[in-house]
DNA sequence: ACCTGAACACCGTTCAAGT
DNA sequence: ACCTGAACACCGTTCAAGT
C-alpha cells in the first residue's frame, strides 16, 4: 500500500515540491491535505503540522512558483517595444503554467499574476521618461492591461466564438458572420496595449 | 427542526430561486446540495431530482443571472460616449452582485459576464461605421477590455498597493511613493478605454 | 520535534425503496 | 412523478496520545 511514496524527512519544502507537482500535473482541484500526505508517505496530521493548513500551503504555494517564474528581460529599442515583450513574455509564462491562476486567485493573492513583471516594468516606464504620479498611473494601467487579458484569456473557452448571435438584431450580416470565426486572442492584446501605450508615452 | 423550511411544491424555478438567495448572502461556497436541501425543506436527492446535480444547477444559475440584469441603454451622443457608457453600467451591474463572476467562473461560462453588454454594443459598434471583419474586431475588443477589467477589479485586493515596492531598484523616489497610495480603478478603465476606442473608431 | 489514530462536521452523488 | 434512507467515497481540521 506504500504507492510510490518517498518516505525521506518531511521538510515544508518538501510538501510545497510534491504539492506543486500534484497541481501541474492534475490541476488544483486534485489537491487536497489527503492526498499530499498520501503522496509524502506520511498521515495527513503531518502536513498540517508542516504547513499550517491549506490557505497557508496555497500562500507558500504562490511565493514558490513568482519565485521560479524569475526575472524577465525587455527586448527593443523604443520603450513601447521593450514594454511589450514584457507583456508578451508574461502571457507567454502563464500560458505554460494556468494552474498559476487558479492558485494565486484561491490564495486570495491575485496580483500575484504580475508580480515578476512588475519591477522590470517600472524601470522601463522611468526609462521612457515618465516620473512621480504619472509613471504610477502609467504602470498600473498596463498592469492592469496584463492582468486583465491574462484572466479573460484564461476563462474564456478557447472556441471564443459569441452566445447566441443568431438571434440578434444587428443589421450587419457580415458582422454576424464574422462572430462565429473565432479569433488570435493575441490580436486583441498587442492591439489594445499598443493604444494604451500611445496615450501613455510622452 | 423545520429552520424556516417552506414545504410547497418544489419546482426547478424554486431552486434556482433559493440557490441564487443563498449564493447572494453567504457566497458561492456556501452553496451545497445538502444546505440547498435543507433551506427548501427536502432531502438532498430530491435537489437531485430537479436540477440534475451542481454543474447543472450553476449552469441555470448563470442563466438566470443573466436574464435579470436585462438590457442596458446606451447614452451619449458619440459612439464614443455610448459605447462607454454601456461599458461602465456592465461594470456597475457587476459590482453590485459579485457573486456573478465566481458562480460564472464556476460554471464554465467565464464570458457569460458581458452577455447583457454584447448586443448592444455589436449595435454601437456598426453605428459608429464599422463592418464585417473590422467591426467584429472591434466589439471583441471592447469585450476583451470590460471582462479583463471586471476580473481584475474583482481578483485584486482592494487597497491595491503594490507588493515589495520598497526593495525594487527603480532610480525614482516618487514614483516608489505613488506606488504605496491606491488609485481610482476606474480611472485606469477609463483612461484605457478611451485609448483603445480612440484607435478603433473611425 | 515529529508523527499517529480517531474523531467531527462537512461535501457530491447514487440507488433501491417507498407513495 | 416525486421523495426518502442509506450508503460510498471523498473533503478540511483538531487533538490527545504516542515516540
Known sequence: MSSDAVRDAVTPERVIDAALQIVEVEGLDALSMRRLAATLGVRTPSVYWHVGNRQELLAKLVERITEDVGRIRPVGRTPEQRI???CLAVLAEVRRRPYV????ATAGRGEAIFTPAQEVLAREVTAAGLHGREAAFALRTILFQLGGFILVDHGVASDSSLHGVDRWEVADPD???ELH???DLDDIFRYSLEAVLAKLLP
Not at 491562476?101 to 494565486?104: E, H, L, Q, T
Open 175 to 177: 458582422l454576424r458572420a
Open 84 to 86: 511589450s515583450s514584457v
Open 181 to 183: 470565426t473565432s479569433v
Open 101 to 104: 491562476i487558479a492558485v494565486s
